[in-house]
Nanobody, 125 residues
Framework: QVHLVESGGGLVQAGGSLRLSCAAS????????MGWFRQAPGKEREFVAAITWIGTSTYYADSVKGRFTISRDNAKNTLYLQMNSLKPEDTAVYYC??????????????????WGQGTQVTVSS
């Protein structure tokens, strides 16, 4: 059974950095494209970043491009999101998500089959 567990969230001042991790288990991690989404209170869940199963291609929402970096370590079954120059509008619960096997990542939530429980990121001004 697929299990995704996010960690690394917390409270940070504007301009600061955080690195989120998503530990995966229950499947061959290297066969699945992965993504990060976020959801702020009262808002829809939105795409943040995605990476193909071997990590050769990455995709970003315009709002985070140049500030966030998605990466993966297939040997450690772990997905990362390095977040720099954080802004108050980045405050949200961040979720990692897994695509169906060998599927290309998408920027819409229905393209992902499994989700973690989320980790809170709060950026103070």
């Amino acid at each position: 059974q697929v299990h995704l567990v996010e960690s690394g969230g917390g409270l940070v001042q504007a301009g600061g950095s955080l690195r989120l991790s998503c530990a995966a288990s229950g499947h061959t991690f290297s066969s699945y494209s992965m993504g990060w989404f976020r959801q702020a209170p009262g808002k829809e869940r939105e795409f943040v970043a995605a990476i193909t199963w071997i990590g050769t291609s990455t995709y970003y929402a315009d709002s985070v491009k140049g500030r966030f970096t998605i990466s993966r370590d297939n040997a450690k079954n772990t997905l990362y999101l390095q977040m720099n120059s954080l802004k108050p509008e980045d405050t949200a619960v961040y979720y990692c998500a897994q695509c169906p096997k060998f599927a290309q990542p998408t920027d819409y939530a229905t393209g992902y089959a499994y989700w973690g429980q989320g980790t809170q990121v709060t950026v103070s001004s």
